[in-house]
């Protein structure tokens, strides 16, 4: 009778496991535990050396990108005064044309008046020129204070243009500076990106997992480390118990920094 073939069932990735957590899972996998070590310590080498490309652009990249948002901001207002400014001209516009229409319904007013017949027609008609000549102030006065605000809002539109000019005179400088460090490092970056691609590539996704994870919640950034000076942990320093580090040498299963939670490997990695 045939043996019946137990399934394996993959476990979803729990974004809270570290290495502790997956050491007793370690060695299932197509790679020896020893292949397994060498290429995440090869994938934390690439790391780190991309690491330190990436500190030789500083603070350049956000710089660029705080004036990039900080022009766009600069840009969209000065579009908005633009629109504001022409809205004042068409207010002015409208009220000189309504004072043409006052002037007109004035004369007209005042042609009837040299005509009427009595008293009750000559109060109807003085009151109508009364409201057209306090339509027409109100439409002098709708001018004159549109020509006030046009006027603060053009010095404010000259002094956004004045730092908008600085900020990208700034802006060209920090990316030519920019340019010219990824420029110099972009075929050594290249190498390195495809050194951690492949390694990264022969690594199963739940240790990936948590490698990306220690890496991001440490200072240094290194989630694996050799030994260091023999018997202490090259991420926290701390000292190491002796079956440790005859565990650590053997190369045969995933041995965690009990202090600092880093995965520690062989020194003989490194050489």
Not at 35 to 42: F, I, N
Not at 153 to 163: D, M, V
């Amino acid at each position: 009778m045939a043996t019946k073939k137990i399934k394996k069932v993959d476990t979803p990735i729990d974004q809270r496991e570290t290495f502790t957590s997956i050491a007793k899972t370690f060695a299932d996998s197509d790679l020896s535990a020893q292949e397994k070590l060498k290429t995440l310590y090869e994938l934390q080498q690439a790391d780190t050396a991309i690491d330190k490309i990436l500190q030789l652009r500083g603070e350049l990249p956000g710089e660029v990108a705080a004036l990039e948002d900080e022009i766009e901001g600069l840009n969209a207002k000065v579009a908005g005064l633009e629109q504001y400014i022409e809205g004042m001209n068409t207010t002015i516009s409208d009220n000189k044309q309504n004072i043409v229409d006052c002037d007109n319904q004035i004369a007209k007013y005042r042609k009837q008046l040299e005509n009427i017949a009595n008293s009750r027609e000559f109060d109807s008609l003085n009151k109508e020129v009364e409201n057209q000549e306090l339509l027409r102030m109100i439409a002098e006065k709708n001018i004159g204070e549109a020509k006030i605000k046009i006027g603060e809002t053009k010095a404010e539109l000259e002094e956004i243009n004045e730092t908008l000019g600085i900020r990208e005179e700034d802006l060209k400088i920090k990316r030519e500076e920019l340019a010219t460090i990824v420029e110099s490092t972009s075929a050594e970056e290249a190498q390195l990106t495809a050194v951690r691609e492949a390694c990264a590539a022969k690594i199963d996704a739940r240790t990936m997992s948590a490698y990306d994870r220690i890496r991001a919640s440490v200072h240094n950034h290194l989630a694996v480390v050799a030994v260091y000076n023999g018997n202490s942990c090259g991420g926290c320093f701390n000292t190491i118990i002796p079956q440790r580090l005859v565990e650590i040498a053997s190369n045969k299963k995933l041995i965690i920094c009990e202090h600092c939670g880093r995965i520690l490997v062989n020194p003989d990695f490194s050489e």
